[in-house]
């Protein structure tokens, strides 16, 4: 259930509206700075992403941040053909919108933009308009499993790569958007938790999703 808060819904939405527009603006600057793209992280667990949610209007935004490993099973830059290969399949998933949210039909909801950043995809980011794509292969047919011993208890020393999508729906009838399910789990099975949060006109609430429970309900 969503929970009210009554402070400053209309400042974070706004905060989130010019967040979104200076990382559009921003985008092609990412591009040319693939060195810059490992990060170190202050709290980086595999499993664990985040989604945030705006809604303006007849337009939905979606930001996904999230350990590349739950994505293409490693964090390095690829090494041979077999890691491009993964990659090349993620990003294919990424971009098709529909492998990953799911809208009510009677609320016509159509993929506008899908912008991609990575830490360590280099010249294989991405950013194009969208109307419609074909489906891509799952990228848990070619990723790779690691020992826990691998990825848990990093230090801070640890350097760390991230997958980072920006996502823009258009709806034809935004008032029926009632749910939104939330297929990054089956796409992507390394991922166990997303932490919601989603910015409503006149609410702003924060919640958990798991594989078990992928479904938003407003």
């Known amino acids: 259930m969503i929970k009210s808060k009554n402070t400053n819904q209309s400042v974070l939405l706004l905060i ?43 337009t939905i935004l979606l930001e996904l ?32 919108a ?52 691998e990825h848990d208890d990093h230090s801070k020393n640890d350097i760390h790569s991230e997958f980072h999508a920006i996502y823009e729906f258009k709806c034809g009838a935004i008032k029926n958007v009632k749910t939104i399910e939330v297929l990054l789990f089956k796409n992507f099975p390394n991922t166990r938790k997303l932490t919601v949060q989603i910015i409503l006109p006149h609410i702003q609430s924060a919640f958990e999703l798991t594989p078990s429970s992928a479904i938003l309900e407003f």
């Open 16 to 58: 989130y509206k010019m967040r979104y527009l200076v990382i559009c603006a921003l985008f092609p600057i990412f591009l040319a700075k693939a060195d810059s793209s490992e990060r170190q992280l202050d709290a980086h667990t595999h499993g664990n992403g985040n989604l945030n949610i705006a809604f303006e209007a007849q």
């Open 65 to 96: 941040q999230t350990p590349a490993y739950n994505i293409v099973g490693f964090e390095h830059k690829p090494k041979n053909d077999k890691d491009k290969a993964i990659i090349k399949n993620a990003l294919s998933v990424l971009n098709n």
């Open 98 to 149: 529909k492998e990953l949210f799911s809208f009510p039909a009677n609320a016509r909801c159509q993929i506008i933009d899908v912008k991609i950043d990575s830490t360590i995809i280099g010249d294989q980011n991405t950013h194009h308009k969208e109307k419609d794509h074909g489906h891509g292969h799952k990228a848990k047919d070619h990723g790779h499993s690691h020992k826990k011993s």
